[in-house]
């Protein structure tokens, strides 16, 4: 039995404004009945962050952006800051995704600069790290992860009482309904677990996330080192999210 259960939606590019909206309603009726151990942080996009924010006030679900900027303020048209994303009432911001890496080519280094960045303005970065399909064929998963953590981690001093969290995301598993086998999440999380010790002195919170429903998210959660997943194309829509929610209590 685990003291703390985390469930994390990103709900990346699927709901717009007024839909949005309208699911982070539902979700206030939804966490009335959530129990208490159940840590529950949606993801919406940039435009809807502040609305959904302060529909989830009165609720015990919390804000994520999906992504940040470092700098604070400047010419950086399109991008939106973490300073930003925190005043608007964001707990918390991915970095990292694989749709940012593999879409958009961001790099580990500019991860690196995104974790800073979500730190220096006192949010929680959720740091996500997976391999390709190729890297899995070629045996790299282990170097692919390691070189990306330690990344992240490059000259970081991770602040005190900060929650470290780590979603663990096989490229291969997110949106493609190829869920990975729940006992190698399993020991790719304890490979994780072991390196981010090492390198901060801080046990990790780690997440499983890659095709996660709720006809399979109990076989995860019943690993000692997944701590909760991170949940995208279910946690977009009320129906499967709620069922995700109830098969977790
Ligand atoms: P998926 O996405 O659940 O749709 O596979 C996971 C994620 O992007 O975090």
């Given at each position: 039995m685990k003291d703390k259960k985390y469930l994390f939606g990103n709900w990346k590019m699927y709901l717009d404004f007024d839909k949005s909206l309208a699911l982070a309603n539902s979700l206030v009726d939804i966490s009335k009945n959530l129990s208490q151990n159940i840590n529950m942080v949606v993801f919406p996009s940039a435009l809807a962050l502040r609305a959904v924010a302060q529909t989830l006030q009165s609720s015990s679900i919390s804000v994520g952006s999906q992504n940040a900027h470092w700098i604070e303020e400047g010419g950086y048209t399109g991008e939106v800051s973490a300073a930003m994303c925190k005043a608007v009432g964001a707990e918390y911001v991915l970095a990292g995704h694989s749709e940012r890496r593999h879409l958009f080519h961001e790099t580990n280094h500019e991860v690196r600069q995104r974790v800073d960045g979500i730190l220096s303005v006192g949010l929680t970065p959720v740091i996500c790290v997976g391999e390709t399909e190729h890297e899995k064929q070629e045996n790299k998963t282990e170097e692919v992860i390691e070189t990306q953590i330690r990344s992240a981690f490059h000259n970081i001093v991770w602040p005190e009482g900060k929650e470290l969290i780590i979603a663990y995301e096989p490229v291969w598993a997110v949106g493609t309904g190829?869920?990975?086998d729940p006992l190698e999440a399993e020991r790719v999380h304890e490979i994780i677990k072991k390196q981010v010790v090492s390198l901060t002195n801080v046990t990790p919170v780690i997440l499983y996330g890659g095709s996660v429903k709720a006809e399979n998210i109990l076989g995860y959660m019943n690993n000692p080192s997944i701590d909760g997943v991170l949940v995208?194309?279910?946690?977009?829509n009320l129906e499967s999210w709620s069922a995700i929610a109830k098969a977790l209590e």
């Open positions: 190829l869920a990975c995208g194309g279910a946690s977009a």
